[in-house]
């Protein structure tokens, strides 16, 4: 008897620590990382079924607590990453499992959009790929790309500016590897453009927001493009030609990777571009420009990196003729201009940044910063043109020309000797400590402006012999403009944010929180601008967040907005308010992403609601892409809308999206609230990619805008009448490819080809639907002071080959 008690007991000792564990719980914790070692933040881990889970934090570390058991299957999972499942055997109470995610590669067109990846700001990303295959009038530009993203739009497709949410386009903030970057302040025509300062293959991570952007960020009301350019991994090059010009690219590092290099060469000619418009003539435009980004590392935590770009633009033109057609359904109206004369602008400019970064410890970084901008431009032209417009009624859906009447025939002179040189110099430092789930960044700018413009522009009409505006004893100028001016100031910058990061039972909540500041001797004004963001990453449902952000933007003077004019005996004079403020909007924006799967394809739907009450504006007019300030501040207004973004695979394998903006945009001028300039009440647009089925080589690039026409009225008018609404802007450009490879195609390995990677043949059609857009209106004026306005119509059809090799 005894010998079977102690049996018994010396089995129940044996089986407890089981019977423990078993109705116990079991720890499990780790790492989630990518194939580069680096962390993978908000992945999702979970068991089979979804009954537990959690998200790792911004080291990719996730802990959940489980349900003793024999063995646990575990699920990993990130948006833009393959997903794993692991089976664990449970022999011990905490366990620590580490989990590699392969990054999703497509391999299908080297597109690959990041904006899959859950935000924690207002911030959305993009991969400059994706301009490789975009069918774009502009040669190629990662603004192209992004006016198909709610809350950006463009009426334009020969400029590469763009408006954000009712703003215009010097709202705009543009920095390349934390640097301000600047445009040609003269151009007042998107067939003088040249380039956009962004090279595309140069980049390796482009970042956009709409609005509510950290304090970190300058002093602009819209928006800021933060492009980051790319430290290559080994000798690489890429090499492009089309139609609308050519660029090359050549990147490289050393094998002990110290130091590393990029250079771009980008030529581009809208030559075959502008024959499409109506005016007729001899269009000679050439844009040259060459970027290079070094780097060098001098010990294991410092680095020295240069940055570095010279453009040269010029266009030259000799127009001969111009037939313009337009009207209603019951009546039809001509336009004819014979030309003399010709334009000859020139835009040169560089620009140096030199950045020294130290690493003190993994928590701390310190950077130190100086850049240098010149730009020295000049717009001449002296062109004379004889117009005739007449007016055709329509009868039974025929032009009646035996009752054609003339409108008005006169003839008109255009001069202007234009000059401007403008210099800034910047002196910046910037810090970033990462403490205890916070992550601090500060910074301190210096930045000495200097400028100096010369203007002398006239225009002259008259209408069958009588010079307008008509006067019986005087002669005079429709516009005549003279200005001869220099400004030197100083400006002092400082910011200082904090983002911290916290979990509660809730959820994952990210704080983003800083104070700006902004000193302008010129005014004497000085601008403390705070700024919010908060994010909520809810624990019921990781496919879901929630963001609101807020603060007080000003839109600090520059130049052109300092310009005010006084007309005394027919003469117009510029003279620069140093009484200008800072526009002010406080602005308050409140989003949501949803991602989801359908018909087993990723999708992300994200919605944003915002509003801008705005003081101190100073009134603005534009006309094509210039635009001219009035020089004091006049006005308030408001801006509010929704912008809505369906993101997925709407084909299997290729990212695509549709935008939708909703928005009013109004000011108030004496007592008198008209539309904003750049007001559009809808936009839509669509960016779309399609392969063929039975060979994924051919693919096929959709890009599609439906805007709303903006407003506008007369020129030097009361801006109380600028409540004309222009056309509608409709636009599809289609883009079709075929990439060829050494391992799909055997000729790829002959010759010389044996050294490419991947070789593309693409074939663009510009405007498929040939619709006639209208960006800007010529205004003719007959003897009892009648003003017609003539539509100024973009560019046609327009066929466009191109080839790009990888090597």
């Not at 990196?305 to 009546?331: C, D, H, I």
């Not at 409540?723 to 599809?732: E, G, V």
Request: net charge neutral.
């Amino acid at each position: 008897m005894m010998r079977h008690l102690t049996l018994y007991l010396f089995l129940l000792l044996l089986c407890c620590p089981f019977n423990v564990m078993a109705e116990g719980k079991v720890l499990v914790s780790g790492y989630v990382m990518d194939q580069n070692s680096r962390a993978v933040e908000l992945a999702s881990v979970s068991t089979l079924g979804g009954a537990f889970s959690t998200l790792t934090d911004e080291d990719g570390y996730y802990s959940l607590s489980l349900p003793m058991a024999d063995t646990l299957i575990l699920q990993y999972a990130c948006l833009s990453y393959q997903p794993a499942v692991r089976i664990i055997p449970i022999d011990r109470t905490e366990l620590r499992v580490n989990v590699m995610l392969s990054i999703h590669s497509r391999n299908l067109n080297e597109v690959v959009v990041k904006g899959q990846q859950r935000r924690t700001n207002t911030l959305e990303a993009l991969d400059a790929k994706a301009v490789r295959l975009l069918p774009d009038a502009t040669g190629g530009s990662i603004e192209a790309l992004l006016v198909t993203f709610a809350g950006v739009s463009s009426t334009n497709e020969m400029s590469t500016q763009y408006s954000v949410r009712g703003g215009n386009y010097d709202e705009n903030l543009v920095y390349v590897n934390g640097i301000e970057v600047y445009r040609p302040l003269l151009i007042r025509a998107g067939q003088q453009e040249g380039l956009s300062f962004i090279n595309p293959e140069m980049v390796q991570e482009v970042q956009f927001s709409a609005g509510g952007f950290d304090a970190k960020y300058g002093d602009k009301m819209s928006s800021v493009l933060d492009i980051t350019y790319r430290k290559p991994d080994s000798l690489e090059a890429v090499a492009n030609l089309s139609l609308l010009g050519a660029n090359a690219y050549l990147g490289q590092t050393t094998k002990d990777g110290r130091f590393s290099q990029l250079h771009g060469f980008r030529y581009k000619t809208n030559a075959y571009l502008l024959g499409s418009l109506q005016t007729t003539g001899e269009y000679d435009p050439s844009f040259l420009d060459y970027q290079t980004y070094l780097t060098w590392r001098l010990t294991p935590r410092t680095e020295l990196s240069f940055l570095g770009n010279v453009s040269g633009n010029t266009f030259r033109f000799k127009p001969e003729s111009r037939a313009t057609e337009y009207g209603t359904f019951n009546q039809k109206y001509n336009l004819r201009v014979y030309f003399d004369g010709q334009e000859k602008d020139r835009f040169e400019t560089s620009f140096g940044a030199l950045t020294l970064s130290h690493k003190v410890n993994k928590d701390i970084s310190l950077q130190l910063q100086s850049s240098v901008f010149r730009t020295v431009e000049e717009e001449t032209y002296d062109i004379t043109g004889q117009y005739m417009l007449s007016a055709t009624p329509i009868k039974n859906n025929k032009a009646d020309t035996a009752h054609t009447a003339l409108l008005g025939v006169g003839t008109y002179h255009e001069h202007a000797r234009n000059y401007l040189t403008a210099s800034v110099f910047n002196l910046s430092h910037a810090g970033e400590w990462a403490l205890d789930g916070h992550r601090v960044q500060w910074g301190l700018g210096y930045q000495l402006e200097a400028i100096t413009d010369q203007i002398r522009e006239w225009e002259m009409r008259d209408s069958s012999g009588y010079a307008l505006p008509y006067s019986p004893t005087t002669i005079n100028m429709v516009h005549n403009l003279r200005a001869k001016t220099t400004m030197g100031s100083n400006r002092i910058t400082a910011y200082l944010q904090d983002t911290w990061r916290f979990r509660r039972s809730a959820g994952l909540f990210i704080l983003t929180g800083g104070l700006r500041l902004n000193y302008w001797d010129y005014n004497g004004e000085t601008l403390i601008s705070p700024r919010l963001t908060a994010s909520f990453l809810p624990a019921w449902n990781s496919d879901i967040a929630f963001r609101l952000a807020g603060g007080v933007y000003y839109q600090a003077p520059f130049y052109k907005e300092l310009r005010d004019t006084a007309t005394i005996n027919g003469v117009t004079t510029v003279q620069l308010n140093k009484d200008i403020k800072a526009q002010k909007t406080l602005q308050v924006i409140g989003g949501m992403d949803h991602h989801f799967v359908w018909v087993d394809r990723p999708f992300k739907f994200t919605a944003e609601a915002y509003y801008k009450a705005m003081s101190d504006l100073i009134p603005y007019t534009v006309d094509n892409v210039r635009i001219r300030y009035m020089g004091r501040n006049l006005a308030d207004g408001y801006t509010a809308g929704l912008d809505m973004k369906l993101f997925g695979e709407f084909v299997q394998g290729t990212d695509s999206w549709i935008s939708l903006s909703l928005m009013r945009s109004k000011e108030t001028i004496n007592g008198v609230t008209i539309p904003r300039p750049n007001e559009q009440r809808y936009n839509v647009s669509v960016f779309f990619q399609d392969y063929f089925p039975s060979d994924p080589r051919f693919t096929m690039s959709l890009k599609l805008i439906w805007a709303d026409g903006l407003p506008f009225g007369p020129p030097d008018s009361d801006k109380s009448l600028a409540t004309l609404r222009m056309a509608p802007y409709r636009r599809i450009d289609l883009g079709l490819s075929r990439v060829f490879s050494p391992e799909n195609d055997p000729f790829m390995r002959r010759c010389f080809l044996r050294y490419t990677k991947q070789l593309w043949l693409g074939f663009d059609c510009f405007n498929l639907l040939n619709t006639e857009n209208v960006n800007s209106y010529y205004w003719v004026t007959d003897i009892s002071n009648t003003q017609w306005a003539v539509p100024n119509y973009l560019t046609g059809r327009l066929l466009n080959l191109r080839l790009t090799a990888e090597f």
